[in-house]
């Protein structure tokens, strides 16, 4: 079965501090890989994704994202984290060629402290 | 251009009601999906609707039911609502479909609480 795999439910990182945001998945076949991210009471933003090519991705607001498939891992990272960076953060995959249908990790809550 | 609207933004039911979400896409995106979102399941896809065709469907009771209008509104549907029916419904929308890489836009959601 598809899954997507958010081990931490929590990130808690100093205001300009380096950050990381773990996402290990397990799909049959090539993964499309995104990141969204959700501010209270708000929907969800899309960050980055990872289609092929670079295994390296850069995204919004200064995020970026490093796919490894030898480890089935597609983390979150931001060189210096702001306090405004503090929400929660999704990744997702892909699973078939029909578009829409994402499936979720739990999500991780990213609390950036001044 | 607008974002993807989503009404009422809160709702109160009762159990055994029946509820109407609505979503309004973004001016020419033709493809709709619907998520719910609760702090113990997490996001849960529902169903994707395209040129008025439900193309995928997630594993929810026949209750939770949808449509699309020829304008690429869409509408879910929940009957005889149970206390578990609360939650946040998020609707995403994107341009076309068929397209794995394709990123979505979300709604605020529509906060459905049944008491």
């Known amino acids: 079965a598809q899954s997507v795999a958010q081990p931490e439910d929590q990130v808690n990182v100093a205001e300009g501090n380096p950050l990381t945001v773990k996402c290990t998945y397990s799909?049959?076949?090539?993964?499309?890989l995104f990141w969204y991210v959700q501010y209270p009471n708000r929907g969800l933003q899309f960050l980055l994704k990872y289609i092929t090519g670079d295994n390296l991705v850069k995204g919004s607001y200064g995020f970026e994202a490093e796919f490894n498939k030898s480890q089935t891992s597609f983390h979150l990272k931001k060189p210096s984290a702001l306090v405004s960076d503090s929400a929660l953060y999704f990744c997702?995959?892909?699973?078939?060629?029909?578009?829409?249908?994402?499936?979720f990790g739990q999500g991780t809550e990213l609390s950036v402290k001044p | 251009k607008a974002g993807v609207t989503q009404t009422p933004r809160y709702l109160i039911k009762t159990r055994g009601q029946q509820v109407t979400l609505s979503c309004s896409p973004i001016?020419?995106?033709?493809?709709v999906s619907w998520y719910q979102q609760t702090p113990g399941q997490g996001l849960q896809f529902l169903f994707e609707?395209?040129?008025?065709?439900?193309?995928n469907k997630g594993n929810f009771p026949g209750r939770f039911s949808g449509r699309q209008f020829s304008n690429s509104r869409s509408e879910m549907n929940v009957s005889t609502l149970e206390l578990g029916d609360s939650a946040l419904y998020l609707c995403?929308?994107?341009?076309?479909?068929?397209?794995?890489?394709?990123?979505?836009?979300f709604g605020s959601g529509t906060q459905l609480s049944v008491l």
């Open positions: 609707y395209f040129s008025e065709t439900q193309r």
């Open positions: 799909v049959s076949g090539n993964p499309y």
């Open positions: 001016s020419g995106h033709r493809s």
């Open positions: 997702a995959v892909n699973t078939n060629n029909q578009g829409g249908k994402l499936i």
């Open positions: 995403a929308s994107s341009p076309t479909a068929g397209a794995r890489s394709e990123k979505l836009f």
